[in-house]
């Protein structure tokens, strides 16, 4: 293309085919090697409008090769895993999520075709086979896998995945028990697992973390256990005990007076021995899991009249639930919890253990109340779980 002044264009050149059609070439700002836009033109202005865009974008820094994008998508998901540094149960679901619901469908894609109609074809299918939690959480994984071929490796331009609200999606409302039926599981339940029903209930801690708890971290005087690992299962049945995700998981948690006496009666009789036994172990003693106490918890869930399909896990909405119509705030809720973001905040809020106690002393109150006690009972001496060897 000719300047104003009959000279050459500054940058690349254009040329006619022997189909008729253009060509726009340029130097690549990367190797220097002389190369072609990546599809010719009807006319030389289209062309060179072609080379003018390419021109500008590398000035502007948002070239990329197009070549970068022809990489297999599949092989590129895989690496992608490989190279992220995740635990070994969440890099075990991240692999099931694109072994079953990403490679089969945009596996065979290079990089550069795994186009927004790609990714909304690929979203209406999976949701018309499976359940909308599995397709939000295959969406969040392909979102960053492409995120990381546009900012980190800058293989393409933009981020196919563009749904508005694809990531998320409603929560069905989970079943709050009531403190009488929370006590009608416990009543109804094997005797070795009604330590296990009440705690979940007044401080509401996952599974994982009830599994791991030893004797050491349950303090009985001050009514406060310490949350420091977390049990998980794998696919293949092994268990694993790790550090919390963040460091809010790391956190001491206060429970009511009114359920000492349950947790003596338990170390006493069902905890493992010494200060490192877990304080709930399976029915031969070994670790405890899921398996080991599903089917106790529906027959207590019958046994004690509760129609709704409350799963052992809402225990810990109940918990919540009852914290908050109890004083507790947003952030002292979050925190019992072990969520990292309130945690942060209250860093400002100088929130103690002792206020915590407060918190649990009031749920104890209003369990008291449900069940027409009249008063807590008295707090034991020398209650110290881990020296209950």
Request: proline letters at 4%; hydrophobic letters at 45%.
């Given at each position: 293309m000719a300047n104003g002044k009959g000279g050459r264009r500054r940058f690349g050149s254009v040329r006619q085919l022997a189909s008729g059609r253009w060509q726009a070439r340029y130097r690549d700002p990367l190797t220097g090697q002389l190369r072609s836009a990546e599809k010719t033109y009807p006319t030389k202005t289209d062309a060179e409008v072609a080379l003018s865009q390419i021109e500008a974008d590398i000035s502007r820094e948002q070239w990329t090769d197009p070549d970068a994008g022809k990489i297999n998508f599949g092989k590129y998901a895989d690496q992608w895993l490989k190279d992220r540094p995740l635990e070994a149960r969440t890099r075990e679901r991240y692999e099931g999520v694109i072994r079953l619901h990403i490679k089969p469908f945009l596996g065979g894609l290079t990089i550069a075709k795994v186009t927004p109609a790609k990714v909304r074809s690929w979203r209406t299918g999976r949701l018309a086979e499976v359940g909308e939690p599995t397709v939000v959480k295959a969406y969040q994984i392909l979102r960053a896998i492409m995120n990381t071929a546009v900012v980190e490796d800058e293989l393409i331009k933009r981020n196919p995945c563009r749904i508005k609200g694809a990531d998320t999606y409603d929560v069905p409302e989970r079943p709050v028990l009531s403190v009488p039926e929370v006590y009608?599981?416990?009543?109804?339940?094997?005797?070795?697992?009604?330590?296990?029903?009440?705690?979940?209930?007044?401080?509401?801690?996952?599974?994982?973390?009830?599994?791991?708890?030893?004797r050491r971290d349950v303090d009985l005087d001050a009514r406060i256990l310490w949350v420091r690992r977390n049990q998980g299962e794998m696919n293949d049945g092994r268990l694993i005990e790790k550090a919390p995700k963040s460091r809010a998981g790391f956190r001491p948690v206060a429970f009511p007076a009114d359920i000492v006496p349950d947790l003596q009666h338990h170390a006493e009789r069902h905890a493992g021995a010494g200060r490192d036994g877990h304080f709930f172990v399976g029915p031969r003693g070994g670790k405890l899991r899921r398996s080991n106490f599903r089917g106790d918890?529906?027959?207590?869930?019958?046994?004690?009249?509760?129609?709704?399909?409350?799963?052992?896990?809402?225990?810990?909405?109940?918990?919540?639930?009852?914290?908050s119509q109890n004083g507790a705030s947003t952030k002292e809720l979050m925190t019992r919890m072990g969520h990292s973001t309130a945690?942060?905040?209250?860093?400002?809020?100088?929130?103690?253990?002792?206020?915590?106690?407060?918190?649990?002393?009031?749920?104890?109150?209003?369990?008291?109340?449900?069940?027409?006690?009249?008063?807590?009972?008295?707090?034991?001496?020398?209650?110290?779980?881990?020296?209950?060897?």
């Open positions: 009608a599981v416990a009543d109804a339940i094997k005797p070795q697992w009604r330590a296990l029903v009440l705690l979940t209930a007044f401080t509401t801690l996952r599974f994982g973390e009830l599994a791991a708890l030893r918890w529906v027959a207590a869930r019958e046994a004690a009249g509760i129609s709704v399909d409350a799963h052992f896990h809402d225990l810990r909405h109940t918990g919540n639930t009852l914290a945690r942060a905040a209250l860093i400002y809020q100088h929130m103690t253990s002792d206020r915590d106690r407060v918190i649990a002393d009031k749920m104890g109150k209003a369990a008291r109340k449900a069940l027409g006690k009249r008063k807590a009972p008295p707090s034991p001496s020398g209650t110290d779980v881990a020296r209950a060897d």
